[in-house]
C-alpha cells in the first residue's frame, strides 16, 4: 500500500485502488470482488471481476445488492441505505497498515437482515474503530433474497453464500497488500450473517479461508428445499412466467423486486412458514451445518465466539403490536409456542421459574428464540473439544419503550459506532459508552489472541454477560424488561413513534 498525496493507493489482483485517508487511517470502498451479476449471471455463481487500467477511485460505497425496504415500523430501527448500480458484489476495507509486511490481524463482517435486506454500507458497521485497535476490518455485500436465495431447477443453491466464498478468497488473496494477514482472519456476523458462518463453517468450499469464527444471534441452520421453494413459485404466478432462473433472469429487475416485496408479505420465518433461505445442497452444504460442525468435526480447530441477546424476540414482536396480542391470548400464546419449539410442559414450568412474573408474550418470546437461536448455539459451543468456544449474553435494555435487550442491539456496542446517529435509531439517546469499550474490546482482543478474555464454556453455567444495573442508561431503567417509558424524545423516538404498525403476516 502507498500514499498518493492524501490518498492511499492498494494493488489487488485486478488493478489499482485508491481509497481515503480518513483519521489516520485508509479506508477503501466499493472495492468489486466479483462481476457484477446482471443479465446471464444474475443467478448464476459469482464470477471473478474483470481486470481494470489505470486507478480505480474507491471512495465512496459501491452499489448494495438489489432488495425491497423494511416494513417503516423496522425502518425506523434499522438502517438499511440503498446504493444504486449493478456492481453489488464489493466490499470495503478499513485499515491502520501502511505496508503488506505489517501482516495484522483482519475481521471480515457480513451482515443480518434475513437474508432480504442489509449491506455493508449501513453507518453501524463503519470500521474505524476495528482498525483504531489494530485490526483490518472488511465489511461486504452478498446478494439477497431471489437473487441469492431462491431455488430453481437450472441454478445453482445458495448463491448468496457462494458470494461471501468468493468475498473471503478475495482477502485471502489481496489483503496483505492493505496491511493484513490472510492466515489471521476471524469473520463475525451478526443474524443472517451469523447463520451464513455457521455454513461456511461446514462449507467444503470455505475450508481454510478463515481462522476463527463470531456467531451473533444466528445459528447454523438450513431450511427443507420444499420450505425455500414455493417462494420462486409464488413469484412466479405474479409474474406469469415459468419458475426457472432463465425466465426470471428475462424479468426487469424493478418488477421482480416487487414480486418479491409481495410474497415476503406472506412469509413469516419466526413461525416457520416459506422464506428465502440457505438449503442442502450437495456442492455448497452437504450436511446440516450444526451436524457438520458440533457433531462430524467440520471446523474442529476453528475458534467460536457465540452468543445472543437477552431478549432477541422483542426487536420481532414488539414493533409490530404482536406482544400486546400474545399477552391477550394468554395461555393460548403459550401453548402454540410450546407445540412450535417442541418443548414439553416441564421445561415451560422450569423456564418460568427461572423467570419470575415473564409475561405470555415474552414466554412465547424465549421459547420461540430459544429454539432457534440458544439451544442450538450451546449445542454448538458444548460439543466442540478440540478448539475453545466461548459464549456471550447481551443484557443492557435499549432506551426505547418495549425493545429491551433485542435483537441487534449489540451491534453498535460491538464496532464502538455509539455515535453515529443510525445506532440510536434502535438503541435510544445515552447509551453507555463504557459497554461499548468493553464489548468492543473484547472482539478485538478474541481477533488478535483467540480469546476474548474470559474462560472458554465447558457445556454448562452461565454465558459470560455484558450489561447490567452499572450500565442502565435512563432510557434502559426499567430493567430487563424493557417496558419503561423512559428515555427522552429524540431522534430515534421521534421516528419510532412516526412509523405506521405493522401487521405480522
Not at 494493488?11 to 483519521?23: C, F, L, N
Not at 452499489?63 to 446504493?83: G, I, N, S
Not at 463453517?201 to 431450511?223: C, D, I, K, M, T
Request: charged share 20%; with cysteine; glycine share 12%.
Amino acid at each position: 500500500m502507498s500514499a498518493a498525496g492524501a490518498r492511499p493507493r492498494a494493488m489487488t489482483r485486478h488493478g489499482v485502488v485508491e481509497g481515503r485517508a480518513e483519521g489516520g487511517l485508509s479506508v477503501f470502498r466499493g472495492i468489486p470482488y466479483a462481476a457484477p451479476p446482471v443479465g446471464a449471471l444474475r443467478f448464476a455463481a459469482p464470477r471473478p471481476p474483470g481486470a481494470w487500467d489505470g486507478v480505480r477511485d474507491a471512495g465512496t460505497y459501491g452499489p448494495t445488492a438489489p432488495k425491497v425496504p423494511y416494513p417503516q415500523r423496522f425502518a425506523a430501527l434499522l438502517a438499511d441505505p440503498e446504493v444504486p448500480g449493478d456492481d453489488c458484489l464489493n466490499l470495503n476495507v478499513w485499515t491502520p497498515g501502511a505496508s503488506a509486511a505489517e501482516r495484522l490481524p483482519v475481521m471480515v463482517w457480513l451482515h443480518g437482515g434475513a437474508l432480504t435486506r442489509g449491506s455493508g454500507a449501513v453507518p453501524v458497521y463503519d470500521g474505524s474503530a476495528f482498525a483504531r485497535d489494530g485490526v483490518v476490518l472488511v465489511t461486504a455485500n452478498y446478494r439477497l433474497g431471489v437473487l441469492g436465495y431462491g431455488l430453481f431447477p437450472d441454478a445453482p443453491a445458495n448463491r448468496g453464500l457462494l458470494d461471501q466464498i468468493a468475498a473471503l478468497e478475495w482477502v485471502r488473496d489481496n489483503i496483505a497488500e492493505f496491511g493484513g494477514d490472510p492466515d489471521r482472519v476471524t469473520v463475525f456476523g451478526e443474524s443472517a450473517g451469523a447463520i451464513s458462518i455457521g455454513a461456511l463453517l461446514a462449507a467444503p468450499r470455505a475450508a481454510g479461508l478463515f481462522a476463527q469464527a463470531v456467531l451473533q444471534s444466528g445459528a447454523p441452520e438450513v431450511y427443507p428445499r420444499d420450505r425455500v421453494r414455493p417462494m420462486v413459485r409464488r413469484m412466479a404466478s405474479l409474474l406469469k412466467v415459468p419458475a426457472t432462473a432463465a425466465a426470471f433472469a428475462a424479468v426487469e429487475p424493478e418488477a421482480l423486486l416487487a414480486a418479491q416485496a409481495a410474497v415476503l408479505r406472506r412469509s413469516s420465518p419466526l413461525l416457520g412458514g416459506p422464506a428465502f433461505f440457505l438449503v442442502p445442497d450437495p456442492d455448497t452444504l452437504p450436511e446440516h451445518p450444526l451436524d457438520a460442525v458440533a457433531d462430524g468435526g467440520a471446523a474442529r480447530e476453528i475458534p467460536l465466539l457465540v452468543g445472543w441477546t437477552a431478549q432477541e424476540h422483542r426487536l420481532w414482536l414488539a414493533p409490530s403490536g404482536a406482544m400486546r396480542l400474545f399477552d391477550q391470548l394468554g395461555p393460548l400464546a403459550v401453548a402454540l409456542a410450546r407445540h412450535r419449539s417442541g418443548k414439553d410442559r416441564l421445561a415451560v414450568r422450569e423456564l418460568r421459574e427461572t423467570l419470575p412474573g415473564v409475561s405470555p408474550a415474552d414466554l412465547v418470546g424465549r421459547l420461540l428464540t430459544d429454539q432457534l437461536l440458544r439451544d442450538p448455539l450451546r449445542r454448538l459451543a458444548g460439543a466442540r473439544r478440540a478448539a475453545p468456544s466461548y459464549l456471550y449474553e447481551f443484557a443492557w435494555p435499549s432506551g426505547l419503550p418495549g425493545l429491551g435487550a433485542c435483537h441487534a442491539l449489540e451491534l453498535g456496542f460491538v464496532f464502538d459506532t455509539l455515535g453515529v446517529a443510525e445506532t440510536a435509531w434502535l438503541a435510544g439517546p445515552d447509551a453507555p459508552q463504557a459497554l461499548a469499550d468493553e464489548m468492543h474490546a473484547a472482539w478485538v482482543r478474541f481477533a488478535v489472541t483467540g480469546s476474548p478474555g474470559w474462560d472458554p464454556w465447558d457445556g454448562s453455567g452461565p454465558p459470560k454477560v455484558f450489561g447490567g444495573p452499572e450500565h442502565e442508561s435512563a432510557g434502559g431503567a426499567d430493567g430487563a424488561d424493557g417496558m419503561g417509558e423512559a428515555g427522552g424524545a429524540g431522534e430515534a423516538r421521534a421516528r419510532r413513534e412516526a412509523a405506521t404498525p405493522l401487521v405480522l403476516p
